[in-house]
């Protein structure tokens, strides 16, 4: 018995098989007919888009099942260029399968690898000519070229500089002040304790001057959602009660973890849901998280009365809202 | 005595006892007639009232308690108020069928009149939100679309996402959609905040601010599908679903077609 | 010779005494490319991108990439009135004023969602098949580049409207930028100029996403496919294809036709999603403003596994002498995806250090013949897919009656237990798959047929296999495991020693195969049917 195992060998390429076309003058007939109906059919799509484009008024709407009512102007439109697009496609690809010759054809890979004689005489030349740069030579030359080189590197970074201001302050501070009203969003009415029956929420703002603009940057820090329980129903300490009014707390709307708009409560179990990634809040524990990726509470706004009787900020935040930064707690 | 004769015998006494005793008539009739009509107006109402009763006893009051006093599985509807009963029952909510976590929108049990002597029983118990007059509806007349999409995506997007279809809230709680919904259970929901929905009062959300709600709701629902098949109108989710079935499966199918020998 | 072909010698003869066009055109008309199907796929991405071209261009023609805001008066009236943006009042009109504006914009973000698509199932098929192995390790990586630059273009564009999903998802992106360590406030308000939202964002992710990446695109797409073609498209093993040929169809007139006919057809069920099927309607989601925000919030497709991976994240933050590190957006939005991605790109090099193979490799894997490697990227998806699939947790659970709660402990159990799983299951199927090929061609194709032998036995008739198939099973190679030196010849232990032990367990690993039949073994069966 030998040793030596034999594998199976390579048939080599199998004959080739002709299709019907390449025999049949009827079968080719046959196809080149099929090959002319997808192109006449695109052309019948472009003739759709154009009348699409021209006549068929914007308004008009009809009922197709699945998609509803429908705009025939943008069906029109749509299904026109698709049909002529994708028939074209499909002539050229049915020509080629079925007229054109498949039978394969067998090109050599040749090897990419250089000659050694043109590897040798690459790093020759490269040597050569480094050589004649002098470089290796004249140090002076090498060292004041990386400097300058070096150094120019720093200028197209430098010109990025007014691309934006320094943070300062701006992360660590929002409008509200002692004595801000807190006004409805959208409306800009101010609200009294008896304006919030139990289990209510209200959308504000904090208000600002007649003939001033809200901009969305104040926006972005300044959304607090104020929510009314029954006083018995918190679970706080002193202080962060002596930051509720009658029952009403108030938080920022930022969501301390990537910034959305948290205001989904639910009434039922008083836990605020932020819709981006599911962070849960428990409103009776000064926001807790209780679920989800967020690592912090909503910072909570102290809220109390005015003369007139409006909710008003006690004080600005104790600490700065929406997701967190480096130099946060700095 | 003298005097009194006197003055019997005067001319004028016989057109003022006339004036007086018409008077007193007609005063006497008048009052009458009211007491009366004040008796079959209150008499309608505590019919109602009754009946009322008498459904509540049979179909409520075993989660809700004989007086409505609430208990263990079912909240106290001692104040909630017609509207309430109104959004609940003809919507279906209640009878809640199984206790799952919310109550959901389905057939509702009670017809209209018996929905209205429920609503009219339990407001009879203490003073609750109203059922809103269609008057008080008119949101085609009273109602902007523009606003009411503003104050929809600030106050109620958040749960009921941005087409009103609908979303999660925890535990399995949801957001219904708001597709079908009749204008009244819209107006009522927000004032009563049912189960996990809070209460949008009346100077947070104004009745004006609330008609253009329910007609911005109103027209989403009619507006046709502007740029084709609406996927359900919840964002990204089902368009990439649809690009990894029907679009990658007709671009894989022809290229399978394209690279298959042709008999 | 007829005056069409005169005068079309005469052009020709025209280009060519000024570039010498005609020996390299007549080079390349000739070039063979394997047929597959499978070959296909990159080519959805290559048209995808040109249709991305084309239907952007018509976009750019009437988008106004400002944020200064205006009151919008166009034709759609539930928005008339409003505040909102230049972007966002622009997409409007170009929606609703603009004939086939709309149309164009569902095709442009139509192709955008199947260029990903394409990326994704056209990387799945170099990869199972090993076709990123020597010569082609370089195009790989551009491959690589190519995906993460798509996502961050796809990002940019759909954000461009500046609606309100596109608009929560910048101040996802602001937030991750925010909370890098030391510098993220700073870049935060460079990438911004100034606080968020500020008024320069939408028109720098312009000028990225109209100018920067489709010029970074254009670049590493020619030099692509300029490797492919120089380098040769890879084949398929079978009857008559060896590591020194390519057996397939000429450019001219087969593959141009149909490839050309494939980039209509791309463009045609593009066109054809665009007509039928609605998305993005910015006009329902109303123009972003930080204090709204929608329920059920998703990025788009080939971000939604970043999202659930930041949504299955643990509520991870670290304070040290004042300084905050969010744990739970740094990993799940930089630190894994980081991983993955310098992995993904690597994985070339770590495979060929892993079983010392050097050698240049033109045949292709079938995914079965190379078990390690398949489990490996059957790992990779599953956990890709998990993260998909909570990305989406929120509407799956209204969808199907279950809590946003079960999902989420579900996906953080799933993504750690379900990857190795799938490694062991699809390393098991395949060498299954081997033991079959291996059977069939030993024993042959099962007809199904019982005959009765003379002696009382019951046998099934077994037809032997065509050669072709024959060789198909059998062509491909069964690499031996390393076995590397721990020790020299005089048995001092190497300083390598270590290193070695490792690559050896590895390559054993990666050598795992059923023996393949040899005709040895054929032959000695050959009395037993």
Redesign the interface.
């Known amino acids: 018995m030998s040793n030596?195992?034999?594998?199976?060998?390579?048939?080599?390429?199998?004959a080739h098989?002709h299709?019907?076309?390449d025999t049949d003058p009827k079968a080719a007939a046959r196809?080149e007919r099929q090959v002319a109906i997808l192109f006449m059919l695109s052309a019948l799509g472009t003739l759709l888009l154009i009348v699409s484009?021209l006549f068929i008024p914007?308004d008009i709407?009809f009922f197709i099942p699945?998609?509803?009512?429908?705009?025939a102007?943008?069906?029109g439109?749509?299904?026109g260029?698709?049909?002529?697009?994708?028939?074209?496609?499909?002539?050229?690809?049915h020509?080629?399968?079925?007229l054109?010759?498949?039978e394969?054809?067998?090109?050599?890979?040749h090897e990419?690898k250089s000659e050694d004689e043109d590897r040798k005489d690459f790093v020759k030349t490269v040597k050569e000519g480094a050589a004649s740069a002098g470089l290796g030579r004249r140090p002076l030359i090498k060292r004041t070229l990386g400097a300058a080189l070096g150094l120019s590197a720093i200028s197209p970074v430098l010109l990025?500089g007014d691309?934006?201001?320094?943070?300062g302050n701006?992360?660590k501070t929002t409008t509200w002040k002692k004595g801000t009203r807190l006004v409805?969003?959208?409306?800009d009415?101010p609200?009294?304790p008896s304006?919030?029956?139990?289990?209510?929420?209200?959308?504000t703002?904090p208000e600002i001057a007649p003939g001033e603009h809200r901009s969305?940057?104040d926006?972005?820090?300044d959304?607090v959602l104020l929510?009314r329980l029954r006083p018995e129903e918190f679970n706080l300490d002193a202080e962060r009660l002596s930051w509720t009014h009658e029952g009403i707390i108030a938080f920022s709307?930022?969501c301390s973890?990537?910034?959305?708009?948290v205001?989904?409560?639910?009434?039922?179990?008083k836990?605020l849901?932020?819709?981006?990634?599911?962070?849960?809040f428990d409103v009776t524990r000064a926001a807790k998280?209780i679920?989800?990726?967020?690592?912090?509470p909503l910072p909570q706004l102290a809220i109390t009365v005015d003369a007139e009787g409006y909710l008003i900020a006690q004080a600005p935040f104790n600490e700065p809202v929406?997701?967190?930064?480096?130099?946060?707690?700095? | 005595m003298k005097q009194l004769s006197r003055l019997r015998r005067h001319r004028a006494a016989g057109p003022i006892l006339l004036i007086f005793a018409l008077f007193t008539i007609g005063t006497t009739f008048q009052v009458a007639s009211a007491v009366d009509q004040e008796e079959t107006s209150i008499a309608a109402r505590s019919a109602a009232i009754d009946e009322g009763r008498e459904i509540f006893l049979k179909g409520c009051s075993s989660c809700h308690g004989l007086n409505a006093e609430g208990g263990d599985i079912a909240p106290s509807l001692i104040g909630v108020g017609a509207a309430s009963v109104d959004f609940q029952v003809a919507t279906g909510r209640m009878p809640m069928a199984d206790m799952s976590q919310q109550a959901m929108r389905k057939a509702p049990v009670y017809s209209a009149e018996e929905v209205n002597a429920l609503a009219m029983y339990v407001a009879s118990l203490a003073p609750g939100p109203k059922v809103p007059t269609e008057e008080m509806l008119n949101y085609e007349r009273d109602g902007s679309v523009a606003e009411g999409g503003e104050l929809f995506r600030t106050n109620c997007a958040m749960c009921h996402n941005f087409a009103a279809q609908g979303g999660a809230l925890t535990q399995g709680k949801y957001a219904p959609t708001l597709m079908g919904v009749e204008p009244r259970h819209i107006y009522e929901a927000m004032i009563t905040g049912p189960q996990a929905m809070p209460v949008f009062s009346d100077k947070t959300i104004t009745p004006e601010e609330k008609l253009s709600i329910i007609k911005w709701i109103k027209s989403v629902e009619a507006e046709p599908q502007l740029g084709g098949a609406a996927l359900g109108r919840v964002g990204p989710v089902t368009e990439g679903l649809l690009v990894w079935t029907l679009g990658i499966g007709l671009l894989i199918g022809v290229a399978v077609w394209l690279a298959m020998k042709a008999k | 010779m007829t005056a069409r072909e005169r005068i079309a010698g005469n052009v020709a003869g025209y280009v060519d005494d000024r570039t010498g066009a005609a020996k390299w055109m007549k080079k390349n008309l000739t070039k063979v490319f394997p047929d597959h199907w499978s070959f296909l796929l990159g080519e959805i991405c290559l048209y995808s991108f040109v249709i991305l071209l084309l239907s952007g261009t018509f976009l750019t023609f009437w988008f106004d990439p400002s944020m200064r805001e205006v009151i919008y008066e166009g034709s759609y009236e539930p928005l008339q009135g409003l505040e909102m943006s230049a972007a966002y009042a622009s997409t409007l009109d170009i929606s609703f004023e603009v004939r086939g504006g709309l149309l164009m914009r569902q095709i442009h973000h139509w192709a955008a969602l199947i260029f990903m698509v394409g990326i994704v199932v056209h990387l799945m098929r170099v990869y199972f098949t090993g076709a990123f192995r020597k010569p082609r390790e370089f195009n790989w990586i551009i491959g690589v580049g190519l995906l993460t630059l798509g996502i961050v273009e796809g990002f940019l564009g759909y954000s461009l409207p500046d609606d309100l999903l596109s608009g929560t998802g910048i101040r996802i992106a602001e937030a991750i930028i925010q909370a890098l360590p030391v510098v993220g406030s700073y870049l935060a308000f460079f990438a911004f100029g100034g606080a968020f939202p500020g008024v320069a964002f939408i028109p720098r992710i312009y000028t990225v996403h109209v100018l920067l990446l489709p010029g970074i695109f254009l670049a590493l797409i020619t030099v692509h496919l300029m490797l492919v073609w120089y380098q040769k498209h890879t084949q398929f093993p079978g009857p008559g294809r060896t590591e020194k040929n390519v057996v397939g169809y000429p450019l001219m007139p087969v593959y141009m036709a149909k490839a050309g006919g494939f980039f209509f057809i791309v463009f045609g069920v593009t066109a054809f999603l665009g007509a039928v099927a609605s998305i993005n309607p910015i006009w329902l989601y109303g123009p972003y403003t930080p204090g709204q925000v929608s329920a059920g919030s998703q990025p788009d497709w080939y971000m939604g596994w970043l999202d659930g991976l930041v949504r299955m994240a643990p509520p991870l933050e670290t304070v040290t002498f004042g300084y905050t590190i969010s744990w739970n957006i740094l990993i799940p939005g930089l630190i894994l995806p980081g991983i993955m991605f310098t992995g993904l790109a690597l994985y070339p090099f770590i495979e060929s250090w892993a079983t010392g193979d050097k050698r240049e490799h033109h045949l292709l894997d079938r995914p079965r013949n190379a078990p390690t490697r398949t489990a490996i990227g059957a790992m990779a998806l599953t956990f890709t897919l998990v993260s998909l699939i909570n990305g989406g947790n929120d509407i799956i659970a209204t969808t199907f009656d279950l809590t946003i709660n079960q999902m989420m402990w579900f996906s953080r159990i799933a993504i750690i237990v379900l990857p190795p799983l799938a490694y062991v299951i699809t390393k098991r199927l395949c060498l299954s798959l081997q033991r079959a090929d291996r059977d069939l061609v030993l024993h042959g194709r099962e007809t199904g047929r019982l005959v009765r032998m003379p002696n009382g036995e019951f046998t099934e008739i077994h037809e032997p296999i065509s050669p072709e198939k024959a060789w198909l099973l059998t062509s491909h190679e069964q690499l031996a495991p390393l076995e590397l030196p721990e020790y020299d010849g005089a048995g001092v232990r190497r300083p390598a020693a270590i290193k070695n032990k490792i690559r050896n367990r590895i390559s054993r690993s990666m050598a795992t195969a059923v023996p393949k039949a040899t005709e040895t073994e054929r032959k000695e069966l050959e009395g037993h049917h």
């Open positions: 030596e195992i034999e594998l199976i060998k390579d048939p080599g390429l199998p098989v299709r019907r076309a196809a484009y914007e709407f699945v998609m509803g009512n429908t705009n102007h943008q069906l439109l749509g299904m260029m698709a049909i002529a697009l994708f028939c074209i496609g499909a002539g050229l690809i020509w080629a399968k079925t054109m010759p498949d394969e054809v067998v090109a050599q890979r990419f990025l691309l934006g201001p320094l943070p701006q992360l409805t969003d959208p409306g009415r609200l009294r304006d919030l029956e139990v289990g209510a929420v209200a959308q703002l969305l940057n926006i972005a820090k959304a929510i709307k930022i973890h990537m910034g959305c708009a205001a989904l409560y639910e009434q039922t179990t836990h849901l932020c819709p981006c990634h599911q962070s849960t998280v679920f989800g990726p967020a690592a912090r929406g997701p967190s930064f480096w130099e946060r707690s700095a």
